[in-house]
């Protein structure tokens, strides 16, 4: 079972803040990553460092997750407010905080490079070790129960932005 701490500063109802990050292709599809060494499959996502911008945070985690840099992608647009989800009791790592769960800003990237620019080696300690291409709605299904409905927002509310270029509804 996956335990979370915490690195990064919380406000002060318990959240860390965070970037999520859904890359889409021409086809309409978006990348799905698997956590190494665990069977949980989910979009890229991380910490916003201290005197970094959300979109700073962005670029730098599809880099350090999927290997991806600014010339590979198009940055079609995020949710317009924090999106939030609690972390169960049970997947915490013993408490020395008040850490609750993750507020997140979405943010929707068109890969404008090739699949072969996809890399999941490029730092020491990868997140994810498989990826492919799924359904855009795919992975509100797919997510573990306690971020589906964080998911099932940011996709709605990023849906028309991707369908401008890809045709996806819902």
Same mark, same amino acid.
């Given at each position: 079972?996956?335990?979370? %701490? +915490?690195?990064? #500063?919380?406000?002060?109802?318990?959240?860390? /803040?965070?970037? &999520?990050?859904?890359?889409?292709?021409? $086809?309409? #599809?978006?990348?799905?990553?698997?956590?190494?060494? =665990?069977?949980?499959? *989910?979009?890229?996502?991380?910490?916003?460092?201290?005197?970094? %911008?959300?979109?700073?945070? /962005?670029?730098?985690?599809?880099?350090?997750? +999927?290997?991806?840099?600014?010339?590979?992608?198009?940055? +079609?647009?995020? %949710?317009?407010?924090?999106?939030?989800?609690?972390?169960?009791?049970?997947?915490? &790592?013993?408490?020395?905080? &008040?850490?609750?769960? *993750?507020? @997140? $800003?979405?943010?929707?990237?068109?890969?404008?490079?090739?699949?072969?620019?996809? =890399? $999941?080696?490029?730092?020491?300690?990868?997140?994810?070790?498989?990826?492919?291409?799924?359904?855009?709605?795919?992975?509100?299904?797919?997510?573990?129960?306690? #971020?589906?409905?964080?998911? @099932?927002? &940011?996709?709605?509310?990023? /849906?028309? $932005?991707?369908? *401008?270029? %890809?045709?996806?509804?819902?």
């Amino acid at each position: 079972m996956q335990r979370f %701490t +915490v690195s990064t #500063k919380l406000d002060s109802e318990g959240y860390r /803040a965070n970037v &999520a990050i859904v890359i889409c292709n021409d $086809l309409g #599809k978006v990348l799905w990553a698997r956590r190494t060494r =665990r069977d949980g499959w *989910q979009f890229p996502q991380g910490g916003v460092e201290r005197d970094e %911008t959300v979109e700073d945070a /962005a670029f730098r985690e599809l880099y350090e997750e +999927v290997g991806l840099s600014r010339e590979h992608v198009r940055l +079609v647009g995020r %949710t317009q407010s924090w999106l939030k989800y609690d972390v169960p009791r049970f997947h915490l &790592a013993p408490r020395r905080n &008040a850490f609750r769960g *993750q507020k @997140q $800003l979405w943010f929707l990237f068109e890969l404008v490079g090739e699949d072969s620019d996809v =890399r $999941l080696d490029c730092v020491s300690r990868p997140e994810f070790d498989r990826w492919r291409w799924v359904d855009y709605w795919d992975p509100v299904d797919r997510i573990v129960e306690f #971020k589906r409905n964080v998911y @099932q927002r &940011a996709l709605e509310e990023l /849906a028309p $932005l991707m369908s *401008q270029f %890809t045709g996806v509804t819902r």
